[in-house]
């Protein structure tokens, strides 16, 4: 089994990092295969600032991103709750790397065929 975390708490002091870290330890120690994104540590831009309109001048992470996602069997996300929503950090690697023609593509107006 190969296992992606995806860690998108800010802080990397926080209790969810913690967690984090832990699963990364302990999925390890098990034998597991584990890969790890921490939005806490790595730095990211996660504006997406053209809509898609547009690619933005460096992608080096997001395809980075995105071969670890092709890759996993599962992922696991670990983020806070605020104000009903994930952090913005993770809502912009959300938005930057599950992008039309990785995640999903249009067949028509009113179908979506899923990718990954």
């Known amino acids: 089994m190969k296992i992606l975390i995806i860690q998108g708490q800010p802080d990397d002091q926080s209790f969810a990092h913690a967690n984090a ?31 898609y309109r547009a690619r933005m001048e460096s992608q080096s992470y997001i395809q980075e991103v995105q071969q670890k996602v092709s890759w996993a069997d599962h992922i696991c996300f670990f983020f806070p709750v605020w104000w009903g929503a994930e952090p913005s950090v993770l809502k912009g690697l959300i938005d930057r790397a599950f992008t039309p023609g990785f995640a999903y593509k249009r067949n028509g107006p009113l179908h979506v065929q899923g990718l990954l």
């Open 21 to 51: 870290m832990h699963s990364y330890e302990v999925l390890r120690e098990d034998g597991v295969e584990v890969r790890f994104v921490d939005l806490a540590i790595d730095d990211f831009d996660p504006v997406l600032r053209y809509g």
